[in-house]
T-cell receptor, first 114, second 114 residues
Framework: GAGVSQTPSNKVTEKGKYVELRCDPISGHTALYWYRQSLGQGPEFLIYFQGTGAADDSGLPNDRFFAVRPEGSVSTLKIQRTERGDSAVYLC????????????FGQGTRLTVV | AQSVAQPEDQVNVAEGNPLTVKCTYSVSGNPYLFWYVQYPNRGLQFLLKYITGDNLVKGSYGFEAEFNKSQTSFHLKKPSALVSDSALYFCAVRDMNRDDKIIFGKGTRLHILP
């Protein structure tokens, strides 16, 4: 497709379980971002990839959160030992870099930890 | 580190009147600046950006924004508001000199009153 695709759109998991959230960026985009958004709040930065490498992971809240982008395209955000406070909408965005520096967002994955 | 402030949680404007949504930013280098809009249960949509050049930039749906370096501001404007403009608006900044992550403000809810 032409846009950023995130799967699943909704995920309900039990406290303590492991989850993986997937992001398919726009083809050819080298930059990929993960954000977390709580209701009525702005997107909170988590991690930023340029190509395969994490250029900045300073927003990851703790070591339960990890993200990979092994081939410089699809990315997976992994959350271990989920907690109720992890419940939020996880947003992925991609960009082509340079002066075309804006990011284009997917629809997000709504994660609910019960 | 870069940051964005949106001082108004909510802005109410009568339909047909001009609207302004305020944003100020802080970066160590030169900024790339963005505005995004979010409709209920939808992803973030890119509206416009400032990279360099003319301080007044025009974007989608008749919106424009004015970059003011001395005041470190990037206010969003529209000459005549529509009820359909009611949504959540986010200002964002990226440090041009660091090829860095994009940081978002907390958002401003815009209500256009019929």
């Amino acid at each position: 497709g032409a846009g950023v695709s995130q799967t699943p759109s909704n995920k309900v998991t039990e406290k303590g379980k492991y989850v993986e959230l997937r992001c398919d960026p726009i083809s050819g985009h080298t930059a990929l971002y993960w954000y977390r958004q709580s209701l009525g709040q702005g997107p909170e930065f988590l991690i930023y990839f340029q190509g395969t490498g994490a250029a900045d992971d300073s927003g990851l809240p703790n070591d339960r959160f990890f993200a990979v982008r092994p081939e410089g395209s699809v990315s997976t955000l992994k959350i271990q030992r989920t907690e109720r406070g992890d419940s939020a909408v996880y947003l992925c965005a991609s960009g082509s870099g340079g002066e075309n520096t804006e990011a284009f967002f997917g629809q997000g994955t709504r994660l609910t930890v019960v | 580190a870069q940051s964005v402030a949106q001082p108004e949680d909510q802005v109410n404007v009568a339909e047909g009147n001009p609207l302004t949504v305020k944003c100020t930013y802080s970066v160590s280098g030169n900024p790339y600046l963005f505005w995004y809009v979010q409709y209920p249960n939808r992803g973030l949509q890119f509206l416009l950006k400032y990279i360099t050049g003319d301080n007044l930039v025009k974007g989608s749906y008749g919106f424009e924004a004015e970059f003011n370096k001395s005041q470190t501001s990037f206010h969003l404007k529209k000459p005549s508001a529509l009820v359909s403009d009611s949504a959540l608006y986010f200002c964002a900044v990226r440090d041009m000199n660091r090829d860095d992550k994009i940081i978002f403000g907390k958002g401003t809810r815009l209500h256009i009153l019929p």
